[in-house]
Nanobody
Framework: QVQLVESGGGLVQAGESLRLSCTAS????????MGWYRQAPGKQRELVAT???????NYADSMKGRFTISRDNAKNTVYLQMISLKPEDTAVYYC??????????????WGRGTQVTVSS
């Protein structure tokens, strides 16, 4: 069984920063792509950013410049540093990981999400 647990969300004012963390635990052989997605009320879940095990990153166009994704492979953890937050960044932020288990099966896992609320 694999679990992804996010942390670091909260209520901040516009212009402030937050750093989200997501740690994978369980029977994990390796982690391929890890990423962050978000879902605002009444909207579909959307990509924020992804990062490969080698550190290659991909960002949604609207996130470039304010959000930075990184990971610590030794800790099975992915981070999302967010600066200059705006009220429209308010959403539940979900962690995603492609997990390779001991039998070399690759499966997609999601965390339960962490709420980020940005007040104006």
């Amino acid at each position: 069984q694999v679990q992804l647990v996010e942390s670091g969300g909260g209520l901040v004012q516009a212009g402030e920063s937050l750093r989200l963390s997501c740690t994978a635990s369980g029977i994990i052989f390796s982690l391929n792509v890890m990423g962050w997605y978000r879902q605002a009320p009444g909207k579909q879940r959307e990509l924020v950013a992804t990062i490969t095990s080698g550190g290659n990153t991909n960002y949604a166009d609207s996130m470039k410049g304010r959000f930075t994704i990184s990971r610590d492979n030794a800790k099975n953890t992915v981070y999302l540093q967010m600066i200059s937050l705006k009220p429209e960044d308010t959403a539940v932020y979900y962690c995603n990981a492609q997990v390779v288990t001991a039998n070399f099966r690759v499966s997609d896992y999601w965390g339960r999400g962490t709420q980020v609320t940005v007040s104006s």
